[in-house]
């Protein structure tokens, strides 16, 4: 599994190693040859900008060099050198100046004739300049001292990189941002890549220049002028703009017949660390992506760092982002619990590699087995809980599988909270489901029964339990996104449940991440709920997956099988504010959801604890006593393609 996180290591260990780094931070900087350079040029340049503000005042430069002039230049061209020394100007390297170094230099040339006029009025010297010299002086040296290094910087430049301007596959850049900006300073430096053009739909940059490359047009425009330049692949650099756009960059594309490029991060290329050479093609997560999380780092260091953790789940598409996550924060310990053994065993693998420092105990057991997890809670004493242990696939549990689902997900749960209340855990984090609210399905029922589980036991218990509901994650085992892949590399076709199917998907980090936010905010016995952002329709993410795989949709069907057992064509809105309050997070708000209480779970307990194999037929008609929100679906029925297997956002 490639490594997505930095390696990690312990606290003690970090202030150890961070002390010569932090030593050698605060030597003093040491000339070499090219900072004498610096010096020596930069002296030469403090000289001509004296004679040069001489020669434009008083018309005659020779007159800067008699009496008290020639002597206060002598004062004044050390002074200026010192005070550039200490604001830095001699640690730069000429070939990469930037912006930063001539912000460094303005500073210091203005400190230094202010350094001057202070020492030559101290020494009777002030007299012989007036003021017109104080302000033209640094205005010439500015002049000088920057462009001599952007001058050096574009030669070196152009003798590395502008030899080879008609070399390089033809490219045109979608978006005309601070992003494209930083991506055509990378493809400037590669030969690779040669950028045509510029795209972007505001009006008022057509016609511009962007590092010297021309905004062409909008996004309409593509197709007419990739056609007339013979243009073949397309880099999108709009990491801001929503899902629609995303789509409607793609759909211009493939009419153009253009291949489409991104980045892995457009994080990471607005922030200038891109390199041309890792320009890929579009993934169906690029075009869905959202804005960043911000998480409460301090909250969390108090959360998790130093503490022993379980996760259960742990080899799970959610647990183990979670196990990789709580990783960064440096815990004492962190116990995975997981009953697949390969699941566990790639987990405990990974973590072991890029956190050695960090204890990792690797427990095979089944969530429904009291006495392994009360040995695993008694062995460990974890402070907190992640419960992602669960039977996720909705029909999957709707027939043949039902009362397995409610043991797993209900039961297990209820075993997982008891022993976590018997061992004294300060905090449970259920992870829960969209499919909870109102649920048409076995799955979602037995969701929403282990989150009034949590709050039947939070009543009499200190133990803080917090619940996190989210839809459809982007990748997840047997989620749409690989079913739609592995029937689009076969040649189709592409089986969608129904053409109105709408689902809401974020991505495994994201979800990871707000269900540590959620728990480092919980008080307890709260149901938290993620802002999905904007529904997708199935069947336009499959279109959009065939055309990022430059197929048509006569290449690659799309056909409908017909909703599936449990199946509902839209999930409930969770963000709307009639059924929330809001958080200090704004992608976490609080559900209003019916409580349960002690009462409740006490009539559940003999249920669960039955000592036979319960029909589904009994599951679903007994899930309505518990579970009075639970309804049975109403299907929409579409003819099925014999011999085709349908995929839909569960």
Excluded at 161 to 170: A, C, L, N
């Amino acid at each position: 599994m490639p490594a997505r996180f930095p390696r990690a290591k312990n606290k003690n260990r970090r202030r150890t190693l961070d002390r010569p780094e932090r030593m050698l931070a605060m030597k003093p900087f040491q000339f070499d040859s090219r900072a004498l350079a610096a010096l020596g040029h930069d002296a030469v340049a403090f000289m001509l900008s004296w004679l040069g503000a001489f020669a434009l005042l008083r018309g005659d430069a020779g007159s800067a060099l008699n009496g008290g002039v020639g002597l206060a230049l002598l004062v004044a061209v050390p002074l200026q050198g010192l005070v550039n020394y200490l604001f830095g100007v001699y640690q730069g390297i000429w070939r990469y100046t930037s912006l930063p170094d001539i912000q460094r230099i303005v500073f210091s040339v203005l400190a230094g004739t202010v350094a001057i006029a202070l020492v030559l009025f101290g020494t009777g010297l002030g007299g012989v300049l007036g003021y017109r010299e104080y302000v033209l002086y640094p205005l010439v040296l500015i002049a000088l001292l920057a462009g001599s290094r952007m001058t050096l910087r574009s030669f070196r430049e152009w003798s590395l990189y502008g030899r080879g301007g008609e070399q390089g596959t033809p490219v045109l850049v979608l978006g005309a941002g601070d992003a494209a900006v930083s991506l055509l300073k990378d493809l400037s430096r590669n030969s690779e890549w040669r950028v045509m053009g510029l795209f972007d739909d505001d009006a008022q940059k057509r016609g511009r220049l962007l590092q010297g490359v021309r905004v062409m047009g909008g996004l309409d425009e593509v197709p007419r002028i990739a056609a007339r330049l013979k243009v073949r692949h397309a880099i999108i650099a709009m990491p801001s703009v929503p899902y629609r756009v995303r789509r409607r960059v793609l759909e211009v594309c493939n009419r153009a017949k253009m291949s489409v490029l991104t980045v892995p991060s457009l994080g990471t290329m607005a922030g200038g660390k891109l390199t041309a050479p890792k320009i890929r093609k579009v993934a169906v997560e690029d075009l869905m992506r959202r804005d960043p999380v911000t998480l409460d780092d301090a909250g969390l260091h108090d959360l998790l760092t130093g503490k022993v953790v379980l996760v259960t789940g742990a080899g799970g598409s959610i647990g183990s982002e979670l196990c990789r996550q709580i990783s960064q924060y440096q815990p004492s310990m962190l116990v995975l619990f997981e009953q697949s053994e390969y699941a566990m065993y790639k987990v405990d693998a990974e973590l072991r590699e890029h956190f050695p420092d960090m204890g990792v105990a690797g427990i095979v057991g089944d969530v429904k087995n009291a006495r392994r997890m009360a040995q695993v809670m008694h062995q460990y004493s974890p402070s907190i809980v992640f419960h992602a242990a669960a039977y996720k696939h909705v029909p999957l549990m709707e027939e043949l599988n039902a009362w397995e689902a409610v043991q797993n997900n209900v039961w297990g749960t209820y075993v997982v909270a008891r022993a976590a209340i018997d061992y004294g855990v300060a905090k449970f984090v259920f992870v829960s489901t969209d499919k909870a609210v109102n649920p048409t399905n076995v799955m979602g029922a037995t969701k929403r029964m282990a989150e009034m589980v949590c709050q039947a036991l939070q009543g009499s218990s200190t133990t803080r339990f917090e619940m996190v509901r989210f839809g459809n994650v982007l990748g997840s085992a047997g989620s749409v996104i690989p079913k739609f892949q592995e029937q689009i590399d076969k040649g189709g076709p592409v089986t969608v449940t129904h053409p109105e199917m709408v689902r809401y998907f974020m991505s495994i980090p994201e979800a990871a991440q707000l269900v540590l936010q959620a728990g480092c905010m919980g008080l307890g016995g709260e149901i938290f709920v993620m802002d999905m952002g904007e529904p997708v329709r199935i069947v336009d993410l499959a279109r959009d997956m065939i055309r990022l795989a430059e197929q048509s949709e006569e290449e690659v069907r799309i056909v409908y099988t017909g909703l599936r057992p449990g199946e509902k064509l839209f999930e409930e809105l969770l963000a709307d504010d009639e059924h929330t309050r809001p958080t200090p997070h704004p992608k976490l708000r609080v559900a209003k959801a019916r409580e349960a209480v002690a009462a409740w779970l006490d009539e559940l307990l003999p249920w669960l604890e039955q000592d036979r194999v319960v029909s589904d037929a009994e599951v679903r008609r007994d899930l309505k006593r518990w579970v009075p929100e639970f309804t049975s679906q109403v299907r929409p029925k579409l003819k099925a393609v014999p011999g085709t297997r349908a995929a839909s956002g569960d």
